[in-house]
């Protein structure tokens, strides 16, 4: 064999990619494919029979050349295998909703939100956002197919498992919003014991271990994306940073909060993830490319013009900030992101589309500025925004004028997960952790945002009125 390479599976909710990286990490091969949700007697499905299909022929495609493997992917997805390794249950998405009354009997049964997020750092979430919920209902309603489930497996983990037949769990899956992981002990939660989760998962492996190999490629144990977007900032970064990754949500990723969870907090979509080293992140979320897609989508129609069209001009953004005439107050999805309990409406007066155009990013750019207070209590710290709106410089730049205690820095390298679960594969390679490989990352760090040339007065009382408004 000539050069190693390794292979990455970027396993996003509609979106899958397939990268293959050479050992200075460099990207030779990429390539995605489109899997959405299936529904299976009612209940809506992640397609794994298409995706773990997709996933065998990538790599048949390219066994003769690879050395290692490696998996990202969402949260909050499980596979319930029977004794013979098939699914006992489809591979439900957590996009399905179930009644009010299955969340308040699994809250009286463990214990308050309030107490509940004190010990995992997980709030409760719509839809089937929380595992430990997921388990509880499925308990509940197919109490057969769920005695017959022999292994619990998160997504990563159960997407290495079809084409390698080799188990482990990791905590990055483990401590993603789940009610199973316990932050205080550092071991399974008292939800998890009652569900009788730790007999049915396999050990506990770190992200860049061997569990073995499979026609001569190495095979590593998968990881939750968000996190394997924050290792190459871990492995480089050495001052005090947040991550913003943004796409469908925006997750604010703050490695240097400690583990502090607050009752405040609980209603807020504030949580604490766990990072590959087996330390508690805390983070924020909200749905920023979300509303940014509806409005986009208004905008066009109502102007008849393309927003993204639509060009940074510091000028006219500062007079925007100045004028302060309208808002796009969040929320779209009721019950997620900093505001709740806020409808999503539009105040105030549009009167072209860059103008429209201008107060979405602002009102979006203010959403962030918030969490990021929170989430960081106004300390400096460096802000690297990845992701979509890393290419949004009239969202930059209201942001950076918003937090001007923070250096807000436009992300270059379009790729950070897959370039996470990369360093997890050549540390398999090289039996070693990823702070310790010796190579040379990609820079994905930039250059800092300027802010806009406008009085604090203006930022402040746009602020101000904003967040009156998500108030009502």
Known sequence: MGEKLLAVFDVGKTNKKFTVYNSHLVAIHSETVRIGEVEVNGIICDDADSLTAWVKAKLDEWSSKLSAVAVS??????ALLDAEGRLAMPVISYNHE????VKQAFFEEYGSPEELYERTGTPPLGQLLNAGIQLFWIRKEYPERYARAKRILFLPQYVVYSFSKLEAAEVTSLGCHTYLWDLVKGSWSSVAESLEVPPRSPGIKDVWERLGEVKGIVVTPGMHDSNAALLPYLVRERGDFVLASTGTWCVLMYPGAPFAPSREDVHRDMLYYMD???RPVKAARFKCGFEFEHYVGILRSAFRGDPLAVELD????SEVLREGEAFFVPTLTPGTGQFPRSKGKVVGRLPDLVRAYYYLNLSLAVQTWYALK????????RVYVQGGFAKNDVYLAFLATLARWAEVVKGEYPEATSLGAALTALAALECCEPRQLEVELPVVGGEPVEPLDVDDAYVEEYALRFLSLCAR
């Open 73 to 78: 992917t969402h949260g909050a997805t499980l």
């Open 98 to 101: 179930v009644g009010e009354s």
């Open 276 to 278: 590959a080293y087996g």
């Open 314 to 317: 510091r000028k006219l953004a």
């Open 374 to 381: 929170l989430l960081t209590g106004g300390r400096k710290v």
